[in-house]
């Protein structure tokens, strides 16, 4: 495991306007009714979109998919892998600050993490698409 | 009492837009860092915004403002006053689901309730303030 | 109110022991048995220290103390000014993330909050002494 | 299962401080980021230090691991073996007072567990290894 990116400032307003605005167009263009949540790097809300009719228990779920993300600067996606293969991998379950499902990416700004990204709604592989969407959007950000 | 607003279907995420666009500019507008939050008429997070360096702790109480307003359909003030005028009205502080500060407002569309907005970051006078701009954007909305 | 001052980065490890060792000392020095806690500006805990026969009940309320002058970025003596004020001011006793107990102090390097002490075990008076005798021990550092 | 050591009184914070001196130089010696957690016998928090750029997550995880050391008087790995043996291991799953990954080690003076040191950062084979440098600190101790 090489050494993790270091923790930055919290992402700045304007910054989390541009990775929802990413986000959000592509869950729209999909038709695809989530919760997507973005958390600064101490894990605190910065921002929260609720698109119409999404279920109820998806904003709780897209929260702590970002929480999961900042918290452990890695994509939650590598724990969901980690249950899937059994065994060893089965301890995840036991953790109660880290949620092992698809859909929340670390965001990163000048090589530091200024937060996180979390999705909910859907399939967590369509999850982790409107994340990946909003992430990118990042790139080539300096800090504010 | 009079009765009630009745509730509605949670407000829209284009209403929340426009509250949300209404309290921001006046919380910009005085230079006050405030964390805004709405919710939907089912009491969960539709929209939250936290601007640059707002205080941490205003993350949760924006949300709890706005969880108050719309669970008890009522200006969160009114329990703040309660407390206030002590005696009998001491009692609210032993409720776990309600927070007694102003800052907190019902939102309505067509005479039904979808939601609240709750405002923290300043004194609670100036919170409320940031509210009423948001709470204001929805005059003459109707229903989506 | 003026402008609170900005959340800069978590406290460092070697602050953090320069703190602790100047509120330890004074704790000791005055045979109080105290928990001691200190969190980074994201309101995470960086360092605590029980000292022997501390009432198991202070652990948690020094970390409380601690999160709520981060949270806030003030001294937690202000709000229990403004609960023993009675009145307007008791609606804080509604609030579930913030203790109203001196012995709360933000720790300010560089005109920036990168955390805040936390002090419980005796009166909060004295609480509020050694808190105090730890975030004087910042005076003069600079960012790490 | 032979009879399980008795509890005794909570480590004296002098005792403590050996556990962590020695704990933190591993880690350091290792260059890995982690958060060391040292629990009483009664559960309760007596030394926890958060090693610069820790992950967040990792504070919660290292308290958690120690607590179940205590809770259940031995290694948190024998959990995690459990866990990856499956079958019947998975109902730990199901508890909620129990950590089942490895870096949790009961602390015992006098063949009395006197409290438990929790490791989190690394992988768990890690956070063990710094685990069992702090254990170690207390051989030959005699009670304070």
Known sequence: MSAPLPY??????????????AAEAEALAQGWPMAIAI??????LVMLHALDQVQHGS???AQAKAETAVNFRRPSKLFEDAVAAGGLGLRI??????????????????????????????Q???????????????DGASAG
Chains 1, 2, 3, 4 share one sequence.
């Open 8 to 21: 930055g400032a919290p992402i700045t307003l304007e910054h989390a306007r541009r990775v929802m605005a």
């Open 39 to 44: 958390v600064g790097s101490g894990g605190h």
């Open 59 to 61: 904003v709780a779920v």
């Open 93 to 122: 379950l036991g953790m109660d600050n880290l949620l092992p499902l698809d859909g929340g990416l670390p965001l990163v700004v000048n090589g530091q993490v200024v937060g996180a990204i979390g999705v909910s709604g859907m």
């Open 124 to 138: 967590s592989t369509q999850d982790a698409q409107v994340a990946a969407a909003g992430a990118v959007a990042l």
